[in-house]
């Protein structure tokens, strides 16, 4: 069975929009800019995650992004991620654009559901706020990974959004990347 890790960059109070500022927000490109030095150390981090993931699960937007920045680069992090099975979901794209993906435009939970159970390993989200909050509502999620950078952006989309109930989670790892990033690594707890 699949292990569902959502993956992702966000800031001191959960923003996760715009990080490149390449999407017109007035608040985005906090990535770079409060990434700096430490993005090297990031990067590594990405890429030893990236080795260990059997598939990648995304938005329509998500594959978009995606496709545009790693389909042109030729390195070991690329070829890994471009390499990848990728299922990708929306309902109303025909022909995704990053290498090796399907289209589930289905039921969101059934059709994840029935992916966790038919792959092994990690199937990683990387980006893709809106699915990440629809997996995280239906209890698909069993992983958090969160690279903090240490700004408040004060306004913007974020990961969380309202849910039905209480989510609990159980901190498994917290790591400084570098000089000012922090990854946490949260397990959800199901209620009983």
Do not use: C, H
Not at 20 to 42: C, M, S, V
Not at 62 to 83: H, I, M, P, Q
């Amino acid at each position: 069975m699949g292990k569902l890790v959502i993956s992702t960059n966000v800031s001191l109070d959960g923003v996760v929009q715009d990080p490149d500022g390449k999407e017109g927000f007035r608040l985005g490109g906090w990535f770079g800019q409060f990434g700096g030095e430490d993005l090297e150390q990031w990067a590594k981090v990405e890429f030893e995650e990236a080795l260990r993931t059997e598939a990648l699960l995304l938005g329509r937007r998500t594959d978009e992004w995606f496709a545009e920045r790693w389909l042109s680069r030729d390195d070991e992090w690329a070829d890994t991620l471009n390499s990848l099975p990728k299922y990708v979901v929306s309902s109303t794209l025909e022909d995704p654009r990053w290498s090796n993906a399907t289209v589930l435009n289905g039921n969101v939970v059934e059709e994840v559901s029935k992916l966790k159970q038919e792959l092994d390993g990690e199937i990683v989200v990387y980006a893709s706020y809106k699915l990440a909050r629809t997996l995280i509502e239906n209890d698909l999620v069993d992983e958090l990974r969160l690279f903090v950078f240490p700004v408040v952006i004060g306004a913007g989309e974020r990961l969380f959004g309202e849910t039905s109930a209480q989510k609990p989670v159980r901190l498994v790892d917290a790591k400084t990347i570098g000089d000012g990033l922090v990854f946490l690594t949260y397990e959800f707890t199901r209620v009983q």
